[in-house]
């Protein structure tokens, strides 16, 4: 059988190292690329880590459910990938579903839980659910773990830094010296919306720069969205020298607008959307973005999931490692002069 030992000598790495990544431990600072040696070692040797063995033993099933809102979105397909190729690693399968309101979501848990098709649930709430919405769907029985959803409740959960990301990419933009900055939100009721909202908030504010409310919307995060955050934004005579799109669907959109209304990007109006995805390097320009751990949050999630079937223990996490990272491309530039 093997042992810890044999994978953290394996992995060049040490056995608490090899311990910690194996059971998920957000607080873990290490490389993605030890982490990932980690696993694969692992995975090869067929170990199994106690807190998973434990809890499958217990188990009826060896698989948890998937809810999120759209898995064509290529952020969620990132965080699904995340999920499955943990699960795959610790011998788990994965039933995904997609529910994009309150009651279809619920529908299908429902028959999860009533069938004992899962062992566990892993949720990404529709986008604006309110918190009694979100208790109607986690009144189950199962063991719940929340991604990129809402912080306030009662169950396990894992949120990206959005605030954080929001921040970087104001950086960024005042070290080109924009100061006169729009934001393109979530919609109000969007947990994500609300972070990102506050981290522009206090990202203008910490450089004592005003935060023209003429200049926000709240909206929502599709391309439709982005392009007519826009059009309101660009309506006003005076209008920002810079955007930041608080989602890389919505920046497509916005992009799109821009140049439809005949202004160039980044010549007149330099453009940062908020998560990085395949297509932000094929548009004109490409976009720059924050780049978020996608695909991290959802190989924590299972790991946050199994340690909760095992022990009980309710964890609530904001992923910081991997960090955020600025990926600089062409659709950002120094403000227009004049």
Not at 188 to 203: D, E, I, K, L
Not at 310 to 331: A, F, M, Q
Request: aromatic share 4%.
């Amino acid at each position: 059988m093997t042992k810890l030992v044999d994978v953290a000598n394996a992995a060049d790495v040490s056995i608490s190292v090899v311990s910690r990544i194996l059971n998920a431990d957000p607080s873990l600072r290490v490389a993605a690329k030890t982490r990932e040696r980690v696993l694969a070692a692992a995975k090869e040797l067929r170990y199994q880590p106690n807190h998973a063995a434990r809890a499958l033993r217990l188990s009826k099933n060896s698989a948890i459910a998937l809810l999120t809102p759209d898995y064509a979105n290529a952020i969620f397909s990132e965080i699904a990938r995340g999920v499955e190729e943990e699960a795959d690693i610790r011998n788990l399968s994965v039933l995904i579903n997609r529910a994009n309101a309150v009651e279809s979501a619920d529908g299908w848990l429902r028959r999860i839980v009533e069938e004992g098709r899962a062992d566990g649930i892993i949720l990404q709430a529709p986008d604006g659910v309110t918190k009694e919405g979100l208790e109607k769907l986690t009144s189950g029985t199962l063991p719940i773990v929340l991604i990129n959803s809402r912080d306030d409740s009662k169950l396990s959960h894992i949120i990206f830094d959005d605030a954080g990301a929001v921040e970087l990419a104001l950086e960024h933009l005042f070290s080109l010296g924009h100061e006169k900055i729009g934001f393109l939100g979530g919609e109000v009721s969007s947990p994500t919306g609300a972070r990102r909202f506050a981290g522009f908030v206090s990202g203008m504010k910490r450089k004592e720069l005003e935060v023209n409310l003429e200049w926000v919307t709240r909206i929502g995060y599709t391309g439709a969205d982005g392009r007519k955050a826009v059009s309101q934004i660009l309506d006003h005579p005076n209008h920002p020298t810079a955007l930041i799109v608080a989602n890389a669907n919505a920046a497509l959109g916005a992009l799109a607008q821009i140049h439809t209304l005949g202004l160039r990007v980044p010549e007149d109006i330099s453009l940062v959307s908020i998560h990085d995805i395949w297509f932000a390097d094929a548009t004109w320009p490409p976009i720059t973005a924050v780049k978020m751990p996608n695909y991290e949050l959802g190989k924590l999630a299972i790991g946050m999931l199994l340690k909760q079937m095992e022990t009980g223990v309710i964890e609530k996490h904001i992923l910081t490692d991997p960090p955020n990272v600025l990926v600089v491309r062409s659709s950002t530039a120094k403000p227009p002069i004049g």
